[in-house]
């Protein structure tokens, strides 16, 4: 099973507060997850990434906690801003080709 | 650098007509691959490659074709072009060696088929 689950599909959060999106997996075969970041007309970008030994991984104001046993990653957005608004995708990797597999995408808008 | 670079940005085609939607990338990257991004799914991969002269189906293949024929090329054909595949369309590269693990995308074709 290939399926990365996604949620939720929108997020409002105030300037200043944490914005919590959540994945979850199947196939413990993935070997790396990144999460994306998407603007309006523009493509995805990396944002951060883990593999699964680690149980955490911190990029200034972004997270990524990992739950290996529970097949389920989130990422945390601290001190949210406007600028933060936009579409994440978490995917998770898989195969030689290092072929991804993406969430259905969590619009998250932070109001000023 | 250039990066990914996806010709063109947008494309109205009628049913039934055929086109080929452009991608290439300047970074040296064996990985290329090509995503259908549709709302509340996500991105949906169609085909990628592993290299020159090397494709393969992702999860949605079916009314499209690619090939190969240099590193930095990946051309993406609609045969006969349907409803159904109104869509934005991402061409991605990676690099398979080394620590390179990052996928770059290009800023995407809105196609609408009418």
């Known amino acids: 099973q290939q399926q990365v689950k996604q949620s939720p599909q929108s997020l409002i959060v105030q300037k200043g507060g944490i914005s919590i999106i959540n994945c979850a997996y199947e196939?413990?075969?993935?070997?790396?997850f990144p999460w994306y970041q998407q603007f309006p007309g523009k493509g995805p970008a990396l944002l951060i990434a883990?593999?699964?030994?680690?149980s955490e991984k911190k990029e200034g104001r972004f997270t990524i906690s990992f739950n290996k046993s529970a097949k389920q990653f989130s990422l945390h957005i601290m001190d949210s801003q406007p600028g933060d608004s936009a579409t994440y995708f978490c995917?998770?990797?898989?195969?030689?080709?290092?072929?991804?597999?993406f969430g259905s995408g969590t619009q998250l808008t932070v109001l000023p | 650098n250039a990066g990914v670079t996806q010709t063109p940005k947008f494309q109205v085609l009628k049913t039934g007509q055929s086109m080929t939607l452009q991608c290439a990338q300047d970074?040296?990257?064996?990985?290329m691959s090509w995503y259908r991004q549709d709302p509340g799914m996500g991105l949906r991969l169609i085909h990628y490659?592993?290299?020159?002269?090397?494709?393969d189906q992702g999860e949605v293949p079916n009314g499209y074709n690619v090939s190969r024929s240099t590193t930095e090329d990946f051309p993406l054909r609609l045969l006969s072009a349907a409803p159904s595949q109104t869509s934005v369309y991402f061409c991605?590269?990676?690099?398979?060696?080394?620590?390179?693990?990052?996928?770059?995308f290009g800023q995407g074709t809105r196609l609408t088929v009418v």
């Open positions: 490659s592993v290299g020159a002269g090397i494709t």
């Open positions: 196939n413990t075969a993935f070997d790396y």
């Open positions: 970074m040296n990257h064996e990985y």
């Open positions: 995917a998770a990797r898989y195969g030689s080709a290092r072929q991804l597999t």
């Open positions: 883990i593999r699964p030994d680690v």
């Open positions: 991605a590269s990676s690099s398979l060696t080394g620590g390179g693990t990052e996928a770059f």
